[in-house]
């Protein structure tokens, strides 16, 4: 067992609007990865996803508020930390976030050169313009990007180009937690598994110690991601590693969702996707039992008013259901 | 739920045509900045076929769905619909031709005029196929039918606007609209990239449904291969302009023959192969 780089425990935080009920958008999430590796995040739009990565980061600002929980990166607890210490401290150095559609946030009236020089100087303001130059022409000739990428503007790169040079300046300082919100799904095909591959030398490389990778394509998640969880109304539902939670699903949420993969492989053509139907609650009032209880074909009359237990096999599996692994099964076989 | 469906592919070809092109072409700009954007496609959509468009960004797929939609004009070669050579030269005309042919854009959320309430869009659909005498009672039958269908319930949504609903429901909304309508040909363009995994499914399944139950041709436009192998019978993959292969969605995606599918298809995570990441090179100019 290697490493611990990120500890999540129990982690709640909740949006507070001013004319409305709070939402409680990550309710007690938990979770770790070891060095060297990558966890996926997988589940449908509005499912908290996106609110797990900025809080994660620390760095709250309204209407995202912290209420409980433990970030532990690298053995430095930083929830309680204020905005500016995390901002100075943390932000680049230990934790690098890229979020939603990064690419179309570069100021076009400034050189790639210059975002280069602000990441730098966040930290270090004495820094060497030179030397600048210099550390970020030798990063990027190593992630495969052509130097004169430096000296343009971000108008005169494509796509897919942007994307990946937003990446490289991001982990320009070497973090050791880098946490991708949608980095390719802006992206046609090519583009994308170029992206990947950059993330995958990054790690390999040992620039990023270990990442958190969201998004809702599933079958990209398998082929970058060590280990999957999946999300579901502010709440992991199950995790383990990606062969087993794409071929071997527990909870029926994620079963549903592994059945709506589409592949150009011989035999999805002739299988029925499974659809879930309706719609997710409503998280200002969370359902008091299991939140997937409403869609669930599988759901007892006792699912809706008991606490849900989470099931810990102890090897990093885990699922929240009150059925057991042989019941649920037996209810899939049937299908 | 429980009933496999297997889909095996029909054959269309002596169906009767529906939409054929011939040397349709469209250009952009002039001298030396002229660049064909769609360059001499000939195709043939049949009644009740599901024809798939597959490429990737700029590749012209846009550009070919507002030519079909008559939204754009054609630089050269000719639309055929249902035979004869379209003509939609007047305002009239060309209402007369939307009433065959429909669309669903990629973005629900720009699909629908905010002002209107969902009960008036619905309406509108009644009046255009020629409802405006029904009583009201047959009209609510009518919407409440539509929605039926796509899994909504039209009392929930009587009095609400658009931006109300989840993009997945809008997108849902947009195929009650098509029931409403019956055209002869749905265009969908990327109707699933902005709704995630699970109202993707429910979508499909819909859209195949629709085509089942009205016998309608849809004309798929999407740049996800795998999308394309499960929907479809007929795929066209274009590049740059043109269509490199055509053909039965088990023959081209399972044995592809251009260079280009074959990239494609790599390109493609996979679940039950390795994806093979060697082959891209980070250096290539894009």
């Known amino acids: ?335 | 739920m429980s009933e496999m469906r297997t889909r095996t592919v029909k054959d269309y070809s002596n169906a009767p045509l529906c939409l054929s092109g011939r040397g349709v072409t469209r250009a952009f700009g002039l001298g030396e900045k002229r660049k064909l954007a769609v360059d001499h496609v000939d195709f043939d959509f049949h009644e009740g076929e599901f024809v798939s468009i597959v490429g990737e960004s700029g590749s012209g797929k846009t550009t070919l769905s507002k030519m079909l939609l008559g939204l754009l004009n054609l630089t050269e070669g000719q639309i055929l619909f249902q035979g004869k050579p379209r003509d939609i030269s007047t305002g009239r005309k060309q209402r007369e031709y939307w009433k065959g042919i429909q669309a669903i854009f990629q973005d629900p959320f720009s699909s629908f005029n905010v002002f209107h309430k969902i009960d008036s869009v619905l309406l509108d659909c009644i009046h255009m196929r020629g409802g405006r005498h029904l009583s009201k009672e047959k009209k609510i039958e009518m919407m409440t039918e539509a929605c039926s269908f796509v899994n909504l319930k039209f009392a929930e949504l009587t009095n609400k606007y658009p931006f109300e609903l989840s993009g997945g429901q809008m997108q849902r909304l947009m195929i009650a609209r098509i029931f409403l309508l019956k055209p002869r040909i749905l265009l969908a363009d990327e109707p699933t990239s902005m709704v995630d995994a699970c109202s993707r499914a429910t979508i499909l399944d819909m859209l195949l449904d629709l085509r089942n139950e009205t016998g309608m041709t849809i004309i798929f436009i999407t740049h996800d291969i795998g999308l394309a192998y499960y929907i479809s019978d007929t795929v066209y993959i274009m590049e740059h302009g043109r269509f490199v292969e055509s053909g039965n969605a088990e023959e081209v995606i399972l044995n592809p023959q251009a260079e280009y599918t074959k990239r494609l298809i790599s390109d493609v995570p996979k679940i039950h192969e390795e994806w093979d990441l060697s082959t891209v090179d980070l250096l290539r100019a894009e």
């Open chain 1, 1 to 335: 067992m290697g490493k611990i780089m990120l500890e999540v425990k129990n982690l709640k935080t909740k949006y507070v609007t001013r004319f409305h009920e709070d939402v409680y958008a990550v309710d007690g999430v938990s979770f770790r990865i070891e060095e060297g590796k990558s966890l996926g995040v997988a589940g449908e739009s509005g499912c908290g996803k996106s609110t797990l990565a900025l809080s994660m980061m620390g760095y709250y600002f309204p209407p995202l508020h912290y209420i409980s929980g433990d970030i532990i990166i690298d053995g430095t607890n930083i929830s309680g930390m204020k905005p500016d210490d995390v901002r100075k401290n943390i932000l680049g150095t230990e934790i690098a976030y890229i979020p939603q559609a990064a690419m179309n946030a570069l100021n076009p009236t400034q050189r790639i050169i210059r975002f280069v020089t602000d990441v730098i100087r966040a930290h270090d303001p004495k820094a060497d313009k030179k030397e600048i130059r210099e550390r970020a022409e030798a990063r990027f000739a190593e992630l495969g990007l052509p130097r004169d990428v430096l000296d343009k503007h971000a108008v005169e790169l494509s796509g897919g180009m942007k994307q990946r040079t937003v990446i490289a300046v991001s982990t320009i300082l070497s973090p050791k937690v880098l946490i991708a919100d949608e980095p390719s799904s802006a992206l046609d095909v090519t583009s994308q598994k170029m992206v990947i591959k950059m993330m995958r030398e990054l790690m390999e490389k040992g620039y990023i110690k270990s990442m958190l990778f969201i998004t809702h394509e599933l079958p990209l998640l398998y082929n970058v991601t060590d280990d999957i969880m999946v999300m579901y109304a502010g709440q992991i539902v199950e995790k383990g590693t990606a062969r087993e939670m794409v071929f071997d699903p527990v909870h029926p949420y994620s079963h549903g969702l592994m059945g709506s993969i589409l592949v150009p492989e011989e035999g999805t053509r002739g299988s029925k996707l499974t659809a879930i139907p309706g719609t997710p609650p409503n998280l200002k009032k969370p359902p008091q039992g299991c939140r997937f209880a409403e869609r669930c074909k599988f759901a007892r009359p006792e699912c809706r008013y008991q606490a849900i237990p989470e099931t810990d096999f102890g090897d990093g599996r885990m699922y929240r259901c009150l059925l057991g692994v042989d019941q649920l099964k037996e209810e899939y076989s049937h299908e």
